[in-house]
DNA sequence: TTGTGTTTTATTGCCTCC
DNA sequence: GGAGGCAATAAAACACAA
């Protein structure tokens, strides 16, 4: 053959080639691609900044994700209706709820009475300003900029009739659905409109909807929601609870044996609120449901902190022994440092997530393995959160188990002191601890799925086994826990780094004193509804 | 392995607002 | 009339059970 023949009729099989590429790229491109984690995480961040971006907004994040306009688009519209469906879904399934019980709930419960007096379930989260104004909200002096920043703030409560009915799957759904937004149950408290006198405060306003610009309360939420905690405490302590006393969240004196053991709800009551008079004016702690609000707050609050404590332990250290558990605590405690460090940027997707992207090569690598990605997708971002259950108290339980198991590897000091340090920071870190749990915003979808996937996993195999799905294990893990620290960093860095500065400190025995960590142990669902149900 | 159900993405048409 | 949003629909991707 003619070598000029032959490299002529090679060139014509590389042209081939070429365009049969290009060809099947144009068809792949033709069929519809599956948004990249990085590229979904950035979105969902952004959408729970602003649900509907300007044009310049998207296409400021079709840049940097490498995505058109159209998508973006099309992304926030299906977006929109997502919430959209499932808000009508669970409105239907807590309407019902609400109904049968009877309890008329204030503005903090997530139900309010429209001009007819019929009580709806609002979901402040999803109301935007156009439906704030039809609801008429204005009328309770609030802003749309109050109610549609000020929505968040009201998971909480939503959460809190939720867990009314304990047993019913609305409930999980409903916590789901509130953490699935991505914003953090916790990175806002209960009646964060209102002041200890009882009046509103002025709107986180709308500041947060603008491109760039973050949620700024943070560090403000933060103080409040320790005060709900500490509020919780305190009513739980009742008359022992004492002004002078050591610090809240730092270390209690130890509790009265009877505090958790008799009716204490109206002393406790009496005796707190002899001490803060401001508080029954609160519209939050309503005559009604005040004890049971707080509590089921408090409540499901550490459950979920319990969940996400104990599957970090269960994930990440679960099956070590205990000096590599201390020794990978360690790490982690750093990597929360270097991650707080890098974590300044006001727009944390950019940081986090695009940073994200750009390990992962942009979509090349991302789809390079299409399945394993979205197993990776799945399960990578899902395991940051790591919401394996619909029934809060098994997560409870299961950080107990954890915590236990820990505890029986060690001995006298260590014992405590793992003891001191891990449960230390169910409290003092919660609320980043929170932030990190929901600010992974996943649908109740996704949830759902990884949920099941998540317990059969579990069921057989356990974490490991999870892991050993993901096509770079180190690598997703890496990324969820590096995600997982930005969010938690993103809430109150140096809270997060006073805690685990503390958590150190703690390493003191303490015998004498019981730690403000071990406290959640007196918020277990059933002595809440004890509680709640003996103020009654 | 395959069938089925669910979720996600893309497209299109209609409506509302400016 | 154009832009943006909503709703319906189709289809791909995926999960899961048999």
Redesign the pocket.
């Known amino acids: 053959m003619h070598p000029s023949f032959s490299m002529l009729s090679l060139q014509l099989k590389v042209t081939e080639l070429q365009s049969e590429e290009n060809k099947l790229s144009m068809e792949k491109n ?6 990249t984690p990085a590229q ?1 995480k950035a979105l969902e961040d952004f959408y729970n900044d602003n649900k ?2 300007t ?1 310049e907004m998207k296409s400021e994040l079709a840049d940097e994700l490498e995505l058109t306009e ?2 973006i ?6 977006r ?3 919430d ?1 469906k499932m808000l009508n879904d669970e409105v239907c399934a807590n309407g019902r709820q609400d109904r049968s019980s009877g309890v008329i709930q204030d503005r903090g419960s997530g139900l309010v009475q429209d001009s007819c007096g019929s009580t709806k379930h609002v979901h402040y989260r999803y109301l935007d300003p156009k439906e704030v104004e039809s609801h008429g909200l204005y009328n309770h002096g609030f802003s749309a900029a109050d109610i549609t920043y000020g929505h968040k703030n009201h998971r909480y409560a939503e959460n809190d009739s939720a867990t009314d009915n304990t047993s019913s799957e609305s409930s999980s759904s409903l916590q789901d659905r509130l953490l699935c937004q991505g914003q953090d149950p916790y990175d806002m408290e209960p009646s964060s409109h209102v002041t200890p006198n009882g009046s509103l405060l002025p709107p986180n306003t709308k500041g947060a909807n603008n491109m760039g610009h973050k949620p700024s309360g943070y560090l403000k939420v933060k103080g409040e929601i320790e005060h709900a905690a500490i509020t919780a405490v305190k009513k739980q302590l009742g008359k022992h609870y004492r002004e002078d006393g050591p610090l809240l969240s730092v270390e209690f004196d130890t509790i009265p044996p009877e505090a958790f053991e008799c009716q204490i709800a109206d002393l406790a009551n009496e005796a707190y609120y002899a001490a803060n008079p401001a508080l029954p004016n609160s519209p939050e702690v309503s005559a009604v449901k005040k004890q049971s609000s707080l509590s089921s707050r408090y409540d499901s609050y550490f459950t979920k902190i319990s969940s996400q404590d104990s599957q970090m332990v269960r994930g990440d250290f679960g099956s070590l022994h205990d000096s590599d558990f201390q020794y990978k605590k360690s790490h982690h405690d750093i990597n929360q440092r270097r991650n707080f460090q890098s974590f300044t940027n006001p727009l944390p997707h950019k940081n986090s997530c695009l940073d994200f992207n750009a390990d992962s090569t942009g979509e090349a690598s991302a789809y390079n393995n ?2 394993n ?3 990776g997708t ?1 399960h990578g971002f899902d395991g940051t959160r790591y919401d394996s259950g619909s029934n809060p108290s098994d997560h409870y339980e299961e950080n107990n188990l954890v915590v236990n198991q820990t505890d029986s590897l060690l001995h006298g000091y260590e014992n405590s002191n793992l003891k001191n340090v891990q449960r230390g920071e169910y409290v003092k870190s919660k609320p980043s601890n929170s932030v990190h749990k929901s600010q992974v915003y ?2 109740t ?2 949830r ?2 990884l949920n ?2 998540m317990a ?1 996993e579990e069921k057989f195999d356990g974490d490991r086994k999870i892991k050993k799905q993901y096509r770079d294990p180190d690598e997703v893990r890496v990324l969820t826990n590096e995600m997982t620290v930005a969010k938690w960093a993103k809430v109150d860095p140096l809270e997060q780094y006073d805690v685990k500065q503390s958590s150190v400190a703690e390493l003191e025995p303490r015998k004498s004193q019981r730690s403000a960590a071990e406290m959640p142990s007196s918020f277990s669902e059933d002595e809440t509804a004890e509680t709640s149900s003996s103020a009654d």
């Open positions: 033709k069929k519809r691609r599956l948004k979904l509907y971006p044009e159209k998508q688009s099309g992304w926030f519209c299906h929109r209706l997502k959209k299409t399945k990605c979205r197993k799945k996943l649908d979808g996704e759902r799925g099941k996937r059969k």
